[in-house]
Nanobody, 126 residues
Framework: EVQLVESGGGSVQAGGSLRLSCAVSGFAEGDGFDEYAIGWFRQAPGKEREGVSCIHDRHGVTFTADSVKGRFAVSSDSARTTVYLQMNNLKPEDTAVYYC???????????????WGRGVLVTVSS
């Protein structure tokens, strides 16, 4: 029912910026992600998936990975139908497939994740 679609991936040189978008739909009453947390995750080749950042409708930003603090910022529009990941000062180690996911019962995107997008590739060259 809950669907998420990522966009905004691409290739960029180290030090550059990208903004990813996660369009969310299928929530009860069409109210966006009310009572949900929406998280950004990434998986690099040969590595396990890691959480990047998380935002909750009531608690705001609840998690940001140490590896991206000061460089990445998660936000949402007022209708809570789109979640963004602004990525600045990108590094080659940020190269990964980036996913957004919806958490219905928690607030930090570290529990059960109900739905996932298909992901977008971000490639950062040195």
């Amino acid at each position: 029912e809950v669907q998420l679609v990522e966009s905004g991936g691409g290739s960029v040189q180290a030090g550059g910026s990208l903004r990813l978008s996660c369009a969310v739909s299928g929530f009860a009453e069409g109210d966006g992600f009310d009572e949900y947390a929406i998280g950004w995750f990434r998986q690099a080749p040969g590595k396990e998936r890691e959480g990047v950042s998380c935002i909750h409708d009531r608690h705001g930003v609840t998690f940001t990975a140490d590896s991206v603090k000061g460089r990445f910022a998660v936000s949402s529009d007022s209708a809570r139908t789109t979640v963004y990941l602004q990525m600045n000062n990108l590094k080659p180690e940020d190269t990964a497939v980036y996913y957004c996911a919806a958490e219905p019962y928690g607030s930090t995107c570290k529990g059960y994740l109900e739905s996932w997008g298909r992901g977008v590739l971000v490639t950062v060259s040195s």
